[in-house]
């Protein structure tokens, strides 16, 4: 079934500094989303994504499909972008990675 | 905008307890899902189901049960409950998942607890 792998496991960052926050899954699908959680919270949808490049504020992704790969850049990182993001793709069947936990210190 | 319930917040129960979480949608949203997230990890999928009265397992359905006889609502039976199974279970649904206009509305969870 499909795999979804995300890296790096952690990330710390001090305030404006830049994230890259990697997702690879083992086969293409129609649909492909990154997702937030805050701590203790719970999930909400940040883009969807599954080709190319798309821009919403200070997050970038870009999804390269054939290549089974998909990055969320976020420009300028701010302390409450603390959290865990999450990639998750398939059919009906979605499944996510594991998550990147940031944590981004003033 | 619409909103899912999840039932209850809180559910404490003891080893070998058989235990059911509700989860209710008013979004009128075909698809279901059912994922437990175990402490400062992803979601694992447990069920889900593309419509009223349809089952598919995930990747991690045993010792778990589900039934979905309403559209609105999708329920999950922890058949024999664990103490390995500490974690906190998710409610989805989509409307159309495969469109890139459409996403996955989560519940704010049920967190289970073992003694």
């Known amino acids: 079934g499909q795999q979804v792998q995300q890296s790096p496991a952690s990330l710390v960052l001090q305030e404006g500094e830049n994230a890259e926050l990697q997702c690879n899954f083992s086969s293409t699908a129609t649909q492909l989303q990154w997702f937030y959680q805050s701590p203790g919270g719970s999930l909400v949808s940040l883009l969807s994504?599954?080709?190319g490049t798309k821009h919403t504020g200070r997050l970038t992704s870009t999804t390269v499909t054939k290549e089974r790969r998909s990055s969320l850049h976020i420009s300028s990182s701010q302390t409450t972008d603390s959290g865990t993001y999450l990639c998750a793709t398939g059919g009906y069947k979605v499944v996510f990675g594991s998550g990147t936990r940031l944590l981004v210190s003033p | 905008g619409g909103i899912i319930t999840q039932t209850p917040k809180f559910l404490i129960g003891q080893e070998g307890q058989k235990l059911t979480l509700k989860c209710q949608q008013n979004?009128?949203?075909?698809?279901m899902y059912w994922y437990r997230q175990d402490s400062g990890k992803g979601l694992r999928l447990i069920y889900y189901?593309?419509?009223?009265?349809?089952?598919q397992k995930g990747d991690l359905s045993e010792g778990y049960d589900a039934s979905r006889e309403k559209k609105s609502s999708f329920s999950l039976t922890v058949t024999s409950a664990q103490k390995n199974e500490m974690a906190v279970f998710l409610c989805a649904s989509s409307r159309d998942w495969g469109s890139s206009a459409e996403t996955l509305y989560f519940g704010s969870g049920t967190r289970l607890t073992v003694l």
């Open positions: 189901s593309i419509t009223e009265n349809d089952l």
């Open positions: 994504n599954p080709s």
């Open positions: 979004f009128n949203h075909d698809t």
